[in-house]
DNA sequence: CCTACCGATCGGTAGG
DNA sequence: CCTACCGATCGGTAGG
């Protein structure tokens, strides 16, 4: 019902051009925002579910207005898929920076998987472990083309573990099948997102030390260098 | 703007009393519509998750009209907890038959965790694993009060495995601290509900057989007696 | 258990 | 990025 004129009410908008942010000084700031969007979504649809999160959430968690949002990402659908991805890509570097660090001590194969463990507990359960937590249990709501882009950072970050468990299974000390080993491994490992209370219980060490003990029922034979938390 | 009046559209309104079902013949057929509902519940919260599906499409599942399940549970929350209950429940049950199936048998420690793990393995990928699965993933959605009522049998479900696991660690065939291993033996075994298919792979008694290698690393002593699935 | 409905909220869009 | 808005859908209820 409102009669007033358009120009009267909003009489100083500004020139830029719509739908195509300049990529000059201002590049930078609009990278920003995105970032915010990506972050507070990554928080709130860990907490409330991505069905369970209203876009003006997101957009009141970064101080925007409820349409705002849409500027940034063209569907609440294509917000989840960014957190998502920044999450795998983000597990994924996690990875090989730990294996790297490793690398000097020419480990055995116990001991690269007490390292990769200890970085998937990092990425669980340390900062920032919300993206990868909505990863893990807001699949359903992408759509299959998502998945399926996602599913090869998966298959990049999970092809690491393969040699390492091939190569306890040959020596004898991992007795379950190759194949079924690594899928009850990372759910054991996965899951401790559900339980895990940083402020009570066992550190990230002591999680990395009782899983080995539990998989492979020895200690590491080389004392595993600790990840930054 | 239907201004003809309630009594022409609906004159032959049935004589029940209105929220108090007849305690009779009927009420064996107001049960059952009771639990169509949560089966129907059951199915779409898995495959949709608590937010993702509406009181409507419960409704529709089992032939109602929108407004009808709220005769049945006062709200939607109701209907959850329903499934979470009849979950744990159904859980509890098969684990004790599970446990007196074998005891003839007089197991060791070994065989009564490969027991457990075949029974887990049935509640959660087996006839009926919608309702645990539910239980599992949307807890979230559950109330305090629900939460509290609900971990109670949780923890009774979980009061079998501590002695199997204590008996284990002080033997040595158990190296992992057993809270934590109990805590990393449920995430192991709770994750299969993401990737198992039970139309190709391995079979439920093969995993359970791998998760005994993986935990233990050796057969289990006896020859575990097969659940019926 | 159906009919008819309500207030609230949602994802998304046009226009500036 | 805000304003103003839309059509759709939601959980739930009164009354019979």
């Known amino acids: 019902m409102n009669t007033v004129s358009p120009e009267l009410v909003y009489p100083e908008a500004p020139r830029r051009a719509r739908g195509r942010p300049r990529k000059t000084a201002d590049e930078r700031d609009d990278g920003n925002r995105r970032v915010e969007l990506v972050h507070a979504a990554a928080r709130l649809f860990r907490r409330k579910g991505f069905d369970g999160t209203s876009t003006r959430d997101i957009a009141t968690a970064v101080g925007m207005h409820s349409g705002s949002p849409f500027y940034h990402f063209k569907s609440k659908g ?81 092809a690491v573990w393969e040699p390492v468990l091939q190569t306890l299974h040959k020596q004898g000390r ?32 002591e999680l990395a030390d009782a899983a080995m003990a539990l998989f ?13 938390s």
């Open 78 to 158: 294509a917000l989840l898929h960014a957190v998502m991805d920044e999450g795998m890509r983000s597990a994924i570097l996690r990875q090989t920076l730990a294996l790297q660090g490793a690398a000097q001590a020419r480990p055995d194969a116990a001991a690269l998987l007490h390292v990769l463990i200890r970085s998937h507990f990092d990425v669980l359960l340390g900062p920032g472990s919300d993206f990868i937590s909505v990863m893990l249990y807001e699949s359903r709501s992408i759509t299959a083309k998502q998945r399926s882009a996602l599913a090869q950072l998966q298959g990049d970050y999970e």
């Open 174 to 205: 991992l007795q379950c099948p190759v194949k079924l080993a690594r899928l009850l491994i990372f759910g054991a490992l996965n899951w401790s997102v559900q339980w895990f209370d940083a402020k009570k219980g066992a550190s990230l060490d």
């Open 216 to 228: 492979i029922g020895e200690a590491p034979p080389v004392p595993a260098r600790r990840v930054r």
